[in-house]
């Protein structure tokens, strides 16, 4: 039998193999940083840019939503069919060659003509990076052991947010320097991430094995995509207000059915992509309902402050963009030494806190929107924001990876990543169509969103933020309280 690859196939000498092995590990978390620095910047850039994308494409408020959701829609429909391909062909393999479609697809959605060509493209990204999302938090599970593990995840969750915090930067300013055109650059961002973590896995690391021979369980991913894709369908409201009607019945309810179907399918199949019985855990089942409600809350804020700022309040693509700041550089001073400290101490006083400081952050936001103090007021509300999210992503994660055997990490990632992205394709939808019904009553002689100077305008829109603000805190607060019930201290 040919023996494996050395773990550090450049190396000439002979080296201590904890040394070797030490030095392949620093190529695979930064391939991960890279690979989930795409993921994320994907997702900050677009909210700033969606005025400068419904300019130019002439989106309406439902067409900007789909730009968002149909990424959100397949990622995490899919997350889990990603985790079953991780488990089976090797993390590695898999892992790169997602890296590879997801670059390519963001080059299709940089050369969309048309809106509808634009959603489409995305779908196929999201695709893409529901195979390399979960991949890039297991890649790190299998390559460190368990002692290492918390540090690592959190040095991946600082790292992914300093890279994070220049996209919306260097977005920002290109739409502000060179029109709203500039938002194709955006997705052109990810052609030299993609193409530098390719080359790092494949150059420097070995091939992780996987487990050959499991099927995959497409009716599973067939049944999660239509049901989410029903669901975000009867929750995206007319462009004033017609939300909450036949619509809602009858696609959201149909919504409801299909993922029932789902559930009973995965219940009764021999080797379900979302395996059941991994939320016997009360650890693993309280962190993915923290992971809900606390992303729900995050998503809805993220892409619809933005929104509000640039086509109410008058501030440029740039100067918005500067509120996600603060934010990711307190994510990514403080993630290590959170994920460090709750190894030590335990998760739950983290998690509960973080989301707590979150829940009065959008709060803030909420009850502050009518002031127009974007310096005084919505930076630093956006840093508390910050905070929360650096002492609760880290321990998170942490719990949800270790409350699980080592042959299940891919799974585990892929459901957690799943019911992150399931939140915020929910929450786009839903607390879209809140602002829009907050908007329209408040007399909005537009639509929520659009760029206009029209009377009325300006106080519906600041309505409908604070609604979907107000709403989000609640969430929030519903998160911490889950943390302090579910989870142990230690």
């Not at 460090?340 to 973080?354: S, T, V």
Request: aromatic fraction near 8%; hydrophobic fraction near 55%.
């Amino acid at each position: 039998m040919r023996a494996p690859p050395h773990p550090c196939p450049d190396s000439k000498q002979t080296h201590d193999a904890r040394l070797c092995e030490a030095e392949a590990r620093k190529f695979v978390l930064a391939a991960a940083i890279l690979a989930s620095a795409m993921g994320f910047i994907d997702g900050s850039v677009v909210s700033v840019a969606m005025p400068a994308i419904r300019a130019n494409l002439g989106a309406t408020l439902s067409q900007a939503q789909w730009v968002s959701n149909a990424y959100m829609l397949t990622l995490s429909a899919l997350l889990l069919v990603g985790g079953a391909l991780t488990d089976r062909f090797g993390v590695s393999r898999v892992f790169s060659l997602a890296i590879v479609a997801f670059t390519l697809t963001s080059l299709a959605c940089a050369v969309a003509p048309t809106v509808n060509t634009l959603i489409a493209a995305r779908a196929l990204q999201g695709m893409a990076a529901a195979v390399m999302v979960p991949g890039s938090l297991a890649i790190i599970a299998q390559a460190y052991p368990k002692a290492e593990r918390g540090q690592a995840i959190g040095t991946w969750a600082a790292a992914s947010a300093l890279t994070t915090a220049i996209g919306p930067v260097i977005g920002g300013g290109l739409l502000d320097l060179a029109g709203d055109s500039a938002w194709r650059i955006i997705f052109a961002l990810n052609l030299p991430l993609g193409a530098a973590a390719v080359w790092m896995l494949l150059r420097k690391t070995n091939r992780l094995p996987g487990t050959p021979g499991t099927p995959l369980d497409l009716p599973g991913g067939i049944l999660a995509t239509l049901g989410l894709g029903l669901l975000a369908y009867g929750l995206t409201g007319a462009e004033h207000g017609g939300a909450f009607d036949s619509r809602l019945v009858i696609w959201g309810g149909s919504g409801l059915a299909v993922l029932g179907l789902f559930l009973f399918v995965e219940a009764k199949s021999t080797h379900p992509m979302m395996p059941l019985a991994l939320f016997r855990s009360r650890a693993f089942s309280s962190a993915n309902l923290v992971t809900f409600a606390l992303y729900f809350a995050l998503s809805a804020v993220l892409f619809y402050l933005p929104m509000t700022v640039i086509a109410g309040w008058g501030l440029g693509a740039f100067e918005a963009s500067l509120a996600f700041v603060p934010m990711t550089m307190l994510i990514a001073l403080l993630s290590p030494m959170s994920g460090k400290w709750a190894e030590k101490i335990g998760a739950a006083p983290f998690i509960g806190g973080g989301a707590a400081l979150v829940a009065l952050a959008f709060a803030g936001l909420g009850a502050t929107a009518h002031l127009h103090l974007f310096w005084t007021l919505t930076v630093p509300f956006c840093a508390l924001m910050g905070l929360g999210m650096a002492l609760a992503v880290a321990p998170l994660s942490s719990v949800v990876m270790g409350s699980v055997p080592d042959n299940a990490t891919g799974s585990a990632s892929a459901i957690n990543n799943a019911v992150s992205r399931v939140a915020g394709l929910v929450a786009v939808a839903a607390m879209g169509s809140l602002a829009s019904a907050v908007y329209s009553a408040r007399g909005g002689p537009d639509s929520f969103g659009a760029v206009s100077d029209a009377p009325g305008h300006l106080g519906a829109l600041d309505a409908g933020f604070t609604a979907v603000a107000t709403g989000s805190a609640a969430l929030a607060g519903a998160s911490a309280l889950v943390a302090a019930l579910g989870l142990r201290s230690r």
